[in-house]
């Protein structure tokens, strides 16, 4: 497959469904990684096309200029909710039932 058709198929089908396959390729990668010559390793998004290469030292600078601008950074409600659905379904949590009656 041509790298612009790989592309097209994974802008259609979203990132985030070719993630999984990154975090593999990037696992196999550094167990084959020369640490002198890439002291970094490698991470999924060096196996994603397009995708855009920031390091947590970006994202921690992007949270503490949107928080000194007074932006709101809390998460909402939708992403609180999916967050915790992940980890129920990620540790086999039981949701609590409620025994009201």
């Not at 259609?12 to 990684?33: D, E, K, L, V």
């Not at 200029?65 to 999916?82: I, K, M, N, S, W």
Request: aromatic share 8%.
């Amino acid at each position: 497959m041509a790298p612009a058709a790989l592309d097209v198929l994974i802008e259609q089908q979203g990132r985030s469904r070719i993630f999984p396959a990154a975090m593999i390729c990037a696992a196999i990668f550094n167990t084959h990684n020369d640490w002198t010559k890439n002291p970094d390793g490698w991470r999924p998004q060096d196996f994603m096309p397009g995708a855009k290469l920031r390091s947590d030292e970006d994202d921690m600078r992007e949270f503490v200029l949107a928080l000194e601008r007074g932006d709101d950074v809390a998460p909402t409600p939708e992403d609180l909710e999916h967050f915790k659905r992940n980890l129920q379904q990620q540790f086999r949590i039981q949701a609590p039932t409620s025994n009201v009656g």
